[in-house]
């Protein structure tokens, strides 16, 4: 229940990290394009710790990226199914309780917690990447 009344907090910082994710983009772009160039031009001399790294780290980031998104995606599938299947029963005459209904409130703001969130957490990976690889490019 924190995280719906904390929303506009988890919207701003999710914010602020697309926003230094974008700043940092072009240090990490003019740092690494130039070996790009040079590695094609010249595979012998390139720096391939530094270009293995970058699609090791690129992998990775996205890689978790994707598993937030899938796991909140199964969550809200859960919730779904879970709610057709108490709303089944309510519909062919059976009788809720009131826990019935708590158990269908708790469910479905869990998931809106989860979907609120999720944008912040798909987004952290890749901000850790792009903004430590800057850090370590600018020098």
Known sequence: ??????????????????????????????????MIADSMRSPATANSAELSRMVTEKTAAFDHSRRSMTAVANKVQ?????????????SSGSMMWPA?????????????AALIASPGEALAPIHKSVTANARRLRK
């Open 78 to 90: 859960k919730a779904n199914d879970a709610n057709v299947r108490d709303l089944h029963k309510l």
């Open 1 to 34: 229940v924190m995280a719906l009344w904390q929303w506009p907090l988890t919207l701003m910082q999710t914010q602020a990290h697309f926003f230094e994710s974008i700043m940092a983009m072009p240090v990490v772009l003019e740092a690494r394009l130039p």
């Open 100 to 112: 019935d209904y708590m158990r269908i409130a708790e469910r479905n703001l869990s998931v809106f």
